[in-house]
């Protein structure tokens, strides 16, 4: 990318993006309370934005107060308290003249029950990461195989974050199908060894990513951008390629263009999504070679 690229100027719908430089969605353990971060968190998001970034995401925030927690000190966006401490800043980069993106995921396997409300941690199939956790210096837990019952209760989860997400006055929703948490847990062979519809093939593994998807974009206006991030490593097993091979991953990502999503962040590359495929081959365009500081 030469300097005349990042600096120049790029559209999605009718976003217009200053530039190619973003703050990315860090994870930042930074709610002492109430699932809200800290303010100098939010200030510095703020301040990025005053400084020329022209997107601006949020930390991950996790999706429901069961089982979607899988560090302690995450923030959710479920309540009025928490949709008032993310408007002003909403407003601030707004003012600043950037993009405002709240990604949102469930870690699944990669949580241990102690961080959860609810005491449990949940994933497609009863199996837990080789590697230790780097907070614990322990083995994961064994996971809960989810029910069908709570397959449906997560993707409820997504959909009222995205809610949150909206009422707080975001641009844009992302959603987090990446790096080995919940979502990529069920597109990944390597974590999901289900035998009911969302396990087997990749057609059936995909199904839950779909559902969560088509369950966001019901509760986001098409004024606001819907975007879902893809990666073919996890932060755990990180040695361990999620896909069988290029043709799987780029299948996924196919599939992806096909859904109702306006682009799909891929590590440093935003695609832009065409929804109106006229035939199979992968349709999608890269939109920029966007840098996410």
């Avoid at 993009?99 to 497609?124: K, L, T, Y």
């Avoid at 060894?193 to 593994?205: F, K, L, M, P, V």
């Avoid at 069988?244 to 590590?267: F, H, M, N, T």
Wanted: hydrophobic content about 40%; proline content about 5%; glycine content about 6%.
């Amino acid at each position: 990318m030469t300097e005349h690229d990042l600096f120049s100027p790029f559209r999605i719908k009718h976003f217009t993006f200053r530039n190619r430089i973003g703050v990315a969605p860090m994870t930042r353990m930074s709610s002492p309370a109430h699932s809200v971060p800290r303010q100098d968190v939010l200030d510095f998001l703020v301040r990025r934005a005053e400084n020329g970034a022209a997107i601006v995401y949020t930390e991950a925030l996790v999706t429901d107060y069961e089982s979607a927690q899988g560090y302690p000190g995450q923030a959710r966006l479920l309540t009025q308290r928490q949709i008032d401490a993310w408007k002003p800043v909403t407003e601030a980069l707004r003012r600043a003249g950037a993009v405002s993106i709240m990604q949102m995921f469930h870690c699944g396997r990669m949580a241990w029950p102690e961080v959860n409300p609810a005491g449990r941690s949940i994933a497609p199939s009863p199996l837990s990461p080789e590697s230790l956790n780097t907070l614990t210096g322990a083995p994961y837990p064994l996971p809960e195989t989810m029910s069908r019952f709570d397959i449906r209760h997560v993707i409820q989860g997504f959909a009222e974050t995205a809610r949150g997400a909206v009422e707080a006055g975001f641009d844009g929703i992302e959603v987090h199908g990446a790096h080995g948490y919940l979502i990529s847990q069920f597109l990944s062979a390597y974590s999901n060894q289900r035998t009911d519809a969302y396990g087997g093939s990749a057609e059936n593994r995909y199904r839950f990513a779909s559902e969560v998807i088509h369950a966001v974009r019901d509760v986001v206006p098409e004024d606001r951008l819907l975007t879902f991030r893809i990666s073919n490593w996890g932060i755990a097993d990180m040695e361990v390629s999620l896909f069988s091979g290029k043709d799987e991953y780029q299948g996924v990502i196919e599939r992806l263009s096909r859904e109702p999503i306006d682009a799909i962040s891929e590590l440093s590359m935003v695609i832009s999504a065409i929804r109106d495929c006229s035939d199979s081959a992968l349709q999608a365009t890269v939109a920029s070679g966007l840098l996410i500081s």
